[in-house]
T-cell receptor, first 116, second 113 residues
Framework: ETGVTQSPTHLIKTRGQQVTLRCSSQ?????VSWYQQALGQGPQFIFQ???????GRGNFPPRFSGLQFPNYSSELNVNALELDDSALYLC???????????????FGPGTRLTVL | GESVGLHLPTLSVQEGDNSIINCAYS??????FIWYKQESGKGPQFIID?????DKRQGQRVTVLLNKTVKHLSLQIAATQPGDSAVYFC????????????FGPGTSLSVIP
């Protein structure tokens, strides 16, 4: 088991609502990446946070946003939920000295989001 | 387009046999590759990694081979056990301004007792 935790485990929302997912990094890690994993597919990179700033972003709309806190924990916020947002949301923590390249990413168990 | 893909979506092996999971990548600039194992209801678990300056790397019961000429890597699992049943992803860490990991679609490994 990694030291990465996520909450909640499961969540059910309706279209148009907003959701906040939380992630606590493994001790000693300063970088958090968020991924969306649709059923039967590989994780898709959403964005990465390093030292409380967004360090990189995948092909996701602006209604996906995030935060990283001084203790390196992180939040993923999704506004105006759509049915296609139903997925497993994974966070991964790692350590980087510069924000450019990090050590191996370690994943949390994920949050299963269902949008009705 | 750029992608990391797997040749076979499913693989069934007999307990005790060796398993080989293959992966193709298209970005020749990638310099770091990782294999993850994902069991049902869990997040991906790091198995082994390899950098582009290496051809082979061994871990406990696992070996990763990298062929940069044909942009191919494989994961070999020796003496496959029922606990090895899972989805295996190869992932590619590309040279960008940040640490971006691109996952392939995954191969489901089933171990027959």
């Amino acid at each position: 088991e990694t030291g990465v935790t996520q909450s909640p485990t499961h969540l059910i929302k309706t279209r148009g609502q907003q959701v906040t997912l939380r992630c606590s990094s493994q001790s000693g890690h300063n970088t958090v990446s968020w991924y969306q994993q649709a059923l039967g597919q590989g994780p898709q990179f959403i964005f990465q946070y390093y030292r409380e700033e967004e360090n990189g972003r995948g092909n996701f709309p602006p209604r996906f946003s995030g935060l990283q806190f001084p203790n390196y924990s992180s939040e993923l916020n999704v506004n105006a939920l759509e049915l296609d947002d139903s997925a497993l949301y994974l966070c991964a923590s790692s350590f980087s000295t510069s924000g450019r390249r990090a050590d191996t990413q370690y994943f949390g168990p994920g949050t299963r989001l269902t949008v009705l | 387009g750029e992608s990391v893909g797997l040749h076979l979506p499913t693989l069934s092996v007999q307990e005790g046999d060796n398993s080989i999971i293959n992966c193709a990548y298209s970005n020749s600039a990638s310099d770091y590759f990782i294999w993850y194992k994902q069991e049902s209801g869990k997040g991906p678990q790091f198995i082994i990694d390899i950098r582009s300056n290496m051809d082979k790397r061994q871990g406990q019961r696992v070996t990763v081979l990298l062929n940069k000429t044909v942009k191919h890597l494989s994961l070999q699992i020796a003496a496959t056990q029922p606990g090895d049943s899972a989805v295996y992803f190869c992932a590619e860490n590309r040279k960008t301004s940040y640490d971006k990991v691109i996952f392939g679609p995954g191969t489901s490994l089933s171990v027959i007792p």
